[in-house]
């Protein structure tokens, strides 16, 4: 079974969420319980809302990184932009002792596949064009 992108992150998060649930309500029946005088009863609304910050702030997180260009993608995105070329769309980029260098920018698909075509470029290389092109 394949979970498409939306629903990964909802059952992400709600697994998330059930899990803080579970901490917390363990650890407010602990707290609530050994107070003297106290009914030992769960504040259900305060575990609610602490588990729904906790997941938040979780998720928020890991998109956060998620949302960051690779070392591969910033050489190209770095290639592509300050390209003396006008017209440039896309990079070819290789990775040489660990280390993303860019070997060819390119104006079109077609001058793409053209240097693909000619040997000019590395067997292990990776392309960066937009996607209408």
Do not use: C
């Not at 107070?35 to 979780?58: H, K, M, N, R």
């Not at 990184?65 to 003396?84: C, D, M, V, W, Y």
């Amino acid at each position: 079974m394949r979970i498409n992108g939306a629903t990964y992150w909802w059952v992400l998060a709600g697994l998330l969420w059930l899990g803080t649930a579970i901490i917390a309500t363990g650890l407010v029946f602990h707290v609530s319980s050994r107070e003297p005088g106290s009914t030992g009863q769960v504040d259900w609304l305060f575990v609610t809302l602490l588990s729904t910050a906790v997941t938040g702030i979780v998720i928020a997180i890991i998109r956060e990184f998620r949302a960051r260009p690779s070392p591969i993608q910033r050489a190209a995105l770095t290639a592509i932009f300050n390209a003396e070329e006008p017209g440039t769309i896309g990079a070819v980029v290789v990775l040489k002792n660990g280390t993303p260098e860019v070997v060819a920018t390119v104006r079109s698909r077609d001058e793409y596949l053209e240097l693909v075509g000619s040997g000019r470029l590395p067997v292990d290389h990776f392309v960066f064009l937009p996607d209408d092109a």
